[in-house]
């Protein structure tokens, strides 16, 4: 919306940093309630067969949670080169 308004180049990557930040903390939170989900089915689990199944589920989850957590780290390393340039 700032670009939009012509507030200039900076303002725009700010808007767009933060709002990607944004988009990648939510992501997070929702992956780590997942995970919190699996966690307490894994418990409740009563065979090693039925923790077993989880598995999978695990390796996605942990798989997600990096690539947002790398996302993360490449937002804050741009300094501010977002796609305007």
Do not use: H, Y
């Not at 307490?40 to 690539?67: C, D, F, H, N, Y």
């Amino acid at each position: 919306m700032l670009c939009a308004l012509g507030a200039g180049r900076l303002m725009c990557r700010v808007s767009w940093a933060m709002s990607t930040a944004d988009e990648l903390i939510k992501q997070r939170r929702q992956l780590q309630s997942e995970l919190n989900d699996l966690v307490a089915r894994r418990s409740a689990g009563k065979t090693q067969a039925e923790r077993l199944e989880l598995v999978p589920e695990a390796v996605r989850i942990t798989g997600a949670m990096q690539w947002v957590e790398e996302e993360f780290e490449n937002l804050t390393r741009q300094k501010m080169e977002g796609p305007f340039d």
